[in-house]
């Protein structure tokens, strides 16, 4: 079937072509559920006895939210898929199970996680997660480490960042996170409560640089392959399991960026408290419990990554004494530096988070908007001087 974009009777006629997925005498409905800017979403459930769900993700030949003025290529459902798949294969259960995926119609058919929330909206309830840390910290290391040189063959890994080859998807990152918020594009929407800080940004030429020299590492630096969206608004949790979603931006480039991702979103929420979370104290203890969450991701992360050295290392300089302190070294200070781009493109470009959205009184959402920009820059400037994810945290509470 050549492309076109399925209707939701479509979608269900779709659904009980596949085998196996549902029984003969399914009564199904289907129901638009995206909340991306990209990308349609449906599940498809039987409102018959088995009461079985799935979800049908399909890519528009266009950016969802702006229409068709903004064309944006089918491949990437292939990469989404692939690298669903591929990620389920390094950390079982870690992502939604791909049943079945169409090329022509760059469309995905995966479990169904409704039973899960997306992290960003339990984040601005307060909610807290005991074992996150642990799983994405696992996440993180199992993907990258198993994706890398450390792991693979040179050739075996050249392979497989060639069929990961984004260029369109990485081209909006280029633009949107490193530079059209740091410079006075049309596309850039922050609140008018900050435009002093923002002008003094744009002038900021020490702080420019630095994120010229984190650009280019994004754009060269193929060390692992990245989901490359991992947001909180990738994440859908329960009380006790996390799963990534959504790794259409998936690339081969530096570690720190997909860390630095996760980080970024956490502190943004930090941030948001200021505006949600009046009461000192309740707001201090919640507060606490996002630095400790990031200390514990950063250390299950590391502990995870050297056990996978020491089984599966395959670089011939990897027992090098001191080779693999460096190498954590350098993904710690990428790690700061693209979080502090992160945190600054959501306050000053095109693409908000909601944690700081929803604060209704622009005085106080300026509060925490000054806060994530605080925090950015200082993450941008100082990466270099970070030793340990303790000189981030003490980063995090100098800032105000
Ligand atoms: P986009 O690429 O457009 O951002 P996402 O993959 O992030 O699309 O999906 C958009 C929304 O659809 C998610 O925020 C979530 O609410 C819902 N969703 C996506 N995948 C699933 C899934 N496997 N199970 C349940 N809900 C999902
Ligand atoms: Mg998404
Ligand atoms: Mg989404
Ligand atoms: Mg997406």
Redesign the pocket.
């Known amino acids: 079937m050549s492309y076109r974009t399925l209707s939701e009777q479509e979608a269900v006629e779709y659904a009980r072509s596949i085998p196996d997925l549902f029984p003969q005498d399914a009564q199904l409905v289907s129901r638009e ?9 449906f ?1 498809i459930q039987d409102e018959g006895p088995s009461g079985r769900s799935i ?1 049908f ?1 399909q890519a528009l030949p266009y950016v ?1 939210v702006i229409g068709d003025s903004w064309p944006l290529t089918l491949d990437r459902a292939r990469i ?1 898929s692939e690298a669903l798949i591929l990620e389920n294969e390094l950390y079982p259960g870690s992502v ?1 199970k791909v049943y079945h995926h169409d090329t022509e119609l760059a469309l995905i058919v ?5 039973e ?1 929330q ?1 992290m960003r909206k339990g984040l601005v309830e307060r909610k807290r997660y005991p074992n996150f840390a642990k799983q994405i910290g696992t996440f993180l290391a199992r993907t990258l480490f198993l994706t890398s040189d450390l792991a693979l063959s040179p050739v075996e890994k050249k392979r497989k960042a060639a069929s990961f080859t984004n260029p369109e998807l990485c081209n909006i990152t280029e633009n949107f996170v490193f530079t059209y918020p740091f410079h006075d594009d049309p596309s850039n929407a922050y609140n008018p409560l900050l435009s002093d800080t923002v002008q003094r940004i744009w002038k900021d030429n020490v702080l420019k640089l630095e994120v010229a020299r984190l650009k280019e590492g994004f754009m060269t630096r193929g060390q692992a392959l990245l989901h490359g ?1 991992l947001h909180t ?2 994440i ?1 949790v329960t009380e006790e399991d996390t ?1 990534i ?2 790794p ?1 931006f998936a690339y081969y480039g530096p570690m720190g960026f997909d860390i630095g991702a996760l980080i970024a979103n956490l502190l943004l929420n930090y941030s948001a408290h200021e505006g949600h979370t009046l009461e000192p104290q309740e707001r201090e203890i919640y507060q606490a419990y996002l630095l400790d969450t990031v200390v514990q991701v950063w250390d299950i992360f590391e502990a995870e990554f050297r056990n996978l050295w020491a089984e599966k290392a395959q670089e011939p300089y990897a027992k090098t004494p001191g080779y693999l302190d460096a190498y954590l070294r350098d993904v710690l200070q990428d790690t700061v530096g693209y979080a502090g781009c992160k945190m600054m493109r959501r306050v000053i470009g095109l693409a908000h988070v909601s944690d700081l959205e929803s604060i209704e009184d622009p005085a106080l959402r300026a509060k925490g908007e000054m806060l994530a920009l605080s925090i950015g820059q200082e993450f941008i400037l100082k990466r270099s001087t970070i030793a340990s994810v303790n000189d981030i945290i003490a980063l995090v509470t100098s800032s105000t």
């Open positions: 559920i995206g909340d991306g800017n990209l990308n349609f979403v599940r979800i993700k969802r989404e939604p995966m479990e169904d996680l409704s899960y997306i969206d608004g990738s859908m799963k979603i959504d259409e």
